[in-house]
């Protein structure tokens, strides 16, 4: 029972344009959000996180916007990059079990 | 300065060994973690330390079993390696539970023959 999921496994976009991943969830228990970034033979690495009381982050070039009735984040990149490619990793938690459920990942390539 | 290193990066062994993979962090973090990547790359949490203790023990078959001498260390041991165990094993690290970001080390792919 996968209750984080990313139904996209990969998406391509042009240098310059918006970069949209899409992850949905289950559990409406869920109150912590993350997106990861991973680079082949590399641990994920953290990029940015948002929690259930907002629906929007923002951090540089990536944005994070959540919506709770319709159990779904999303996490845009604008202007997409070359060195932006890589796979998307988004992670939910509950506050106070201690662990991350990690989607599947979305392998984001951007064409030069 | 490598924040979380795992060693070894490759491990390739014969079904029915024991091996072990150990992890450090250098971040003064009290929570450390195992992840599993299988190969349809579900990323899944396997165990996790707060402060030397368990707290996050998934249904793992009792073949692995973590140890965490102290709160930079968080070592895996597996017994009886079984053709199944073949994956990526990420350590990770937070500065406590949630509401914090991880950070994952490079990974160690374990392939078992």
């Known amino acids: 029972d996968q209750q984080v999921k990313q139904n996209s496994p990969s998406l391509s976009v042009q240098e310059g344009r918006i970069s949209i991943l899409n992850c949905d969830y289950t559990?409406?228990?869920?109150?912590?959000f993350l997106w990861y970034k991973k680079y082949p033979a590399e641990g994920p690495t953290f990029l940015i996180s948002i929690s259930s009381i907002k629906d929007k982050n923002e951090d540089g070039r990536f944005t994070v916007f959540l919506n709770k009735s319709a159990k779904h984040l999303s996490l845009h990149i604008v202007p997409s990059q070359p060195g932006d490619s890589a796979v998307y990793f988004c992670a939910a938690s509950v506050s106070g079990t201690y662990k991350y459920i990690f989607g599947t990942g979305t392998r984001l390539k951007v064409l030069a | 300065d490598t924040a979380v290193s795992q060693t070894p990066k490759y491990l390739v062994t014969q079904m029915g060994n024991d091996k072990s993979i150990k992890c450090e962090q250098n971040l003064g973090h009290d929570t450390m973690y195992w992840y599993k990547q299988d190969s349809k790359k579900f990323l899944k949490i396997m165990f996790s330390?707060?402060?030397?203790?368990?707290?996050i023990n998934e249904t793992v078959p009792n073949r692995f079993s973590p140890k965490s001498p102290d709160k930079a260390h968080l070592n895996l041991h597996i017994n009886s390696l079984e053709l199944g165990d073949s994956a990526v094993y990420f350590c990770?690290?937070?500065?406590?539970?949630?509401?914090?970001?991880?950070?994952f080390g490079p990974g160690t792919r374990l392939t078992v023959l």
């Open positions: 559990n409406s228990m869920f109150d912590y």
């Open positions: 990770a690290s937070s500065q406590d539970t949630i509401g914090y970001e991880q950070f």
């Open positions: 330390y707060n402060n030397k203790e368990l707290i």
